[in-house]
């Protein structure tokens, strides 16, 4: 079983930072994929960065983060990190740590296994 913790968020302004961090309990997490989801106000939750496990080489960002937003992981701490810089308006939402035990499809967040209760992140213009 694995348990996600994310801290982090809060409320900043536009073109400041945040680090985003998600701690996960159960040994089996460092062989997961980890993927960052969020969900704006009245929107669905949608996709923003996954790393694969094993190795920790990125998969990939959704476009309006690239260049902006970094993940990573610590596999040490057994800890997934997001990185966001610059961040704009549009970024605001409660963010989503996910683990899944498989990497197809990680843009979607119907292949992940597992959720934290997510950290909310607001940014005002």
């Known amino acids: 079983q694995v348990q996600l913790v994310e801290s982090g968020g809060g409320l900043v302004q536009a073109g400041d930072s945040l680090r985003l961090v998600c701690a996960a309990s159960g040994r089996s997490f460092s062989s997961y994929t980890a993927g960052w989801f969020r969900q704006p106000p009245g929107k669905y939750r949608e996709f923003v960065a996954a790393?694969?496990?094993?190795?920790?080489?990125?998969?990939d960002y959704t476009d309006s983060v690239k260049g902006r937003f970094t993940i990573s992981r610590d596999f040490a701490k057994n800890t997934v990190y997001l990185q966001m810089n610059n961040l704009k308006p549009e970024d605001t939402g409660v963010y989503y740590c996910a683990g899944a035990k498989l990497y197809y499809n990680y843009r979607r967040a119907f292949s992940y296994d597992y959720w934290g209760q997510g950290t909310q992140v607001t940014v005002s213009s």
């Open positions: 790393i694969i496990g094993g190795g920790g080489a990125v998969l």
